[in-house]
């Protein structure tokens, strides 16, 4: 008899279900369901949203619950009515770490996609001594009470294991992934000529994600560096923020802002000269980063949450501050130096082989198979 898994995330699409979020987040949930699927398991998700259904792929049900609340930064209402209404499942993963509170099925697995309490906001959600005290109370209870919980950076491992070390031993490493017959160089004989580097931003339009750094530099080199060009690619969290993207992009010689749905995101990378992933928090093993390393691109990041377990500064690509200033630096930097560019990718595409789907898909095996 097949097992059946139920699922509980924050936002897969917007609450309205109008729009489907483009992240790396919700690419990683349809490679979770893939995976169960495969493994002869029945999937049904739940989400923040609408009383509306739809699916997350075909015939995988994703449902809406109109619970928005988050005190202390959790969602114990919609906890609550997740663990109702999936009686009946063999198993849960709650798909974002903070979503296991305060209930948990017995067979449960959680995930964390990186440390997000590095937030600049945090301290707003969490503005007195008592709050974040209550915050810690039930994360750890969150952590706590599920069987197993799946990490993808060693950052996230390393902070529980300083702050609660007993729990450190519910923590599987499954570093994020990149597929590696997707995302490749290209030949080099086979690359038209183009008069300029491309420089691209592959991310999601959001502060936290580096969008004000990496706009301020654009706007810097664009005057001083003519062999350059910069390509803003990824959503914005509604459409006025993109359409305020568009207007300033298209007002700026050699600035270009529009996006792409997965499928055709290899292509562009195997186009692109130099990845600029300048993450401020909130950031785990980034498919972003793995996937501009497979494609043998020249990578500049920040040392922030698990980039550090895919870049080694020098060697797979630059570390950075997660400064305008420090960016556009680098960027000179490399642009001066096509040994350098070269050499990063070549490097860096080693390094994402160790990160292939494959492996992935037999981590998270492993793990669902002593879980489930």
């Not at 979503?99 to 099925?105: G, M, Q, S």
């Not at 937030?119 to 810690?136: C, N």
């Not at 702050?163 to 597929?179: E, G, H, M």
């Not at 010689?253 to 909130?282: C, G, N, Q």
Request: with cysteine.
């Amino acid at each position: 008899m097949k097992k059946r898994i139920a699922i509980l995330t924050s936002n897969h699409f917007e609450p309205s279900g109008a729009r489907q979020v483009y992240g790396g987040a919700e690419r990683y949930g349809v490679e979770l369901t893939k995976l169960l699927l495969d493994m002869d398991c029945d999937v049904e998700w739940w989400q923040v949203g609408d009383n509306w259904n739809k699916e997350i792929i075909p015939g995988v049900p994703i449902r809406g619950v109109p619970e928005t609340e988050t005190p202390y930064q959790t969602m114990p209402h919609l906890n609550q009515v997740f663990f109702e209404q999936a009686v009946d499942a063999d198993g849960a993963i709650y798909f974002v770490m903070y979503l296991a509170y305060p209930t948990v099925f017995p067979n449960s697995i959680s995930i964390s996609h990186g440390i997000y309490w590095d937030h600049p906001g945090m301290d707003k959600f969490l503005p007195s001594a008592l709050d974040r005290q209550e915050w810690h109370r039930r994360l750890q209870l969150a952590i706590g009470g599920v069987r197993s919980v799946v990490s993808v950076d060693t950052a996230t491992i390393n902070w529980v294991r300083a702050t609660w070390p007993i729990l450190a031993q519910k923590f599987s490493y499954v570093p994020n992934f990149v597929d590696l017959n997707s995302f490749y160089p290209q030949n080099k004989e086979s690359r038209s000529p183009h008069p300029r580097l491309r420089v691209v931003f592959p991310r999601r339009a959001t502060t936290v994600r580096g969008i004000n750094e990496a706009g301020k530099t654009a706007l810097w080199l664009t005057e001083s560096h003519t062999d350059l060009e910069f390509h803003f690619v990824g959503r914005a969290h509604d459409d006025n923020m993109e359409r305020t993207l568009t207007t300033w992009a298209s007002s700026h010689d050699r600035i270009f802002y529009y996006w792409l749905p997965p499928h055709l995101m290899a292509e562009l990378y195997r186009f692109s000269d130099i990845v600029w992933i300048p993450t401020k928090s909130s950031e785990g093993t980034s498919l972003s980063c793995l996937e501009a390393m497979a494609s043998g691109c020249a990578v500049i990041t920040t040392a922030v949450g698990g980039l550090c377990d895919l870049i080694q500064d020098g060697y797979s690509g630059l570390l950075i501050e997660p400064t305008a200033r420090a960016l556009a630096d680098a960027t000179k930097r490399l642009a001066s130096d096509p040994q350098l560019r070269e050499r990063l990718g070549t490097h860096a595409r080693e390094v994402a082989e160790t990160f292939s789907l494959d492996r992935w898909h037999s981590r998270w095996s492993e793990v669902i198979t002593r879980v489930f």
